[in-house]
T-cell receptor, first 110, second 113 residues
Framework: GEDVEQSLFLSVREGDSSVINCTYT??????LYWYKQEPGAGLQLLTY?????DMKQDQRLTVLLNKKDKHLSLRIADTQTGDSAIYFCAERAAGNKLTFGGGTRVLVKP | DSGVTQTPKHLITATGQRVTLRCSPR?????VYWYQQSLDQGLQFLIQYYNGEERAKGNILERFSAQQFPDLHSELNLSSLELGDSALYFC????????????FGSGTRLTVV
């Protein structure tokens, strides 16, 4: 079945790197995504990675995928106060729908 | 502005009532998805439509129904409302199968009192 797990909270100092982790259970997942949700707003797609890739870099964002361990991470370099938000990982498996994790609340301290 | 428009932004209604949430997808997108976000259940997939036809169903209650119209806008109908239906309801859209992700609207916050 589909189950996506994330830690609840991450606190980081401005300028440091943040690493948000996610585990999923469905080995048939084909695409995995990271979304950002700011207060009062919808989910904004940050990046995605295909299951046949190990890494994807997009400016300050680096996604690492360990398919063997079903582990996905999002690294944010030089974290800024504007990066404070809830981050969701999501997997796309059979049925074409996205299943989301519970979200990780990231707090950036000055 | 993501291009996905949801109305109303906020809705307060009493138990037992019926409400309709509306979504206009991003221009050119044929697929519409509805999600419910609550504190205890997280983001739950409700239903997907593609070009007017239902494509996938998730954890949608029988009291809830949805449709997608010829102009591609979608409505989510919630009836016999209960306190536990209070949540954020998101609509998202994608061009086709959504391989590259969905675009979300800003949501409708429903409060049932």
């Amino acid at each position: 079945g589909e189950d996506v797990e994330q830690s609840l909270f991450l606190s980081v100092r401005e300028g440091d790197s943040s690493v948000i982790n996610c585990t999923y259970t469905d080995s048939s997942s084909t695409y995995l995504y990271w979304y950002k949700q700011e207060p009062g707003a919808g989910l904004q797609l940050l990046t995605y990675i295909f299951s046949n890739m190990d890494m994807k870099q997009d400016q300050r964002l680096t996604v690492l995928l360990n398919k063997k361990d079903k582990h996905l991470s999002l690294r944010i370099a030089d974290t800024q106060t504007g990066d404070s938000a809830i981050y969701f990982c999501a997997e796309r498996a059979a049925g074409n729908k996205l299943t989301f994790g519970g979200g990780t609340r990231v707090l950036v301290k000055p | 502005d993501s291009g996905v428009t949801q109305t109303p932004k906020h809705l307060i209604t009493a138990t037992g009532q019926r409400v309709t949430l509306r979504c206009s997808p991003r221009s050119g997108d044929l697929s519409v998805y509805w999600y419910q976000q609550s504190l205890d259940q997280g983001l739950q997939f409700l239903i997907q439509y593609y070009n007017g036809e239902e494509r996938a169903k998730g954890n949608i209650l029988e009291r809830f129904s949805a449709q997608q119209f010829p102009d591609l806008h979608s409505e989510l109908n919630l009836s016999s409302l209960e306190l536990g239906d209070s949540a954020l309801y998101f609509c998202a859209s994608s061009a086709d199968r959504g391989l590259y992700g969905y675009t979300f609207g800003s949501g409708t916050r429903l409060t049932v009192v």
